[in-house]
């Protein structure tokens, strides 16, 4: 499985921006999809996971209310719409596939990442 992740750039704090994930070579269908970040010396951190089934989601608390995950299951793409960016927001972020199809907020279950995006916000 192959995951592009596209839609980052530099923005202003309170701009919005959204971040694509296209997969390909498995059953996207069948994968729980997250997106993570990971700043300049800090460890990967969740934001939000969509589950392969309902479609549930859940969030990181420094996250939820701003960012929204969603997936077209179609165009086997997972996408994150982020509104309200912070200078904090700033990191390369990252989409990954977990294969049982869970909501794991842990990067320990994902199997497969995609090769990361930078988001840079400015002050």
């Known amino acids: 499985v192959q995951l592009q992740a596209c839609g980052g750039g530099l923005v202003q704090a309170g701009d919005s921006l959204t971040l694509s994930c296209a997969a390909s070579g498995g059953t996207f269908s069948r994968y729980g999809m997250g997106w993570f970040r990971q700043a300049p010396g800090k460890e990967r951190e969740f934001l939000a996971v969509?589950?392969?089934?309902?479609?549930?989601?859940n969030y990181a608390d420094s996250v939820k209310g701003r960012f929204t995950i969603s997936r077209d299951n179609a165009r086997n793409t997972v996408y994150l719409q982020m509104n309200s960016l912070k200078p904090e927001d700033t990191a390369v972020y990252y989409c990954a596939a977990d294969r049982r199809g869970f909501s794991s907020t842990s990067f320990y279950n994902y199997d497969y990442w995609g090769q990361g995006t930078q988001v840079t916000v400015s002050s």
């Open positions: 969509i589950n392969r089934g309902s479609g549930s989601t």
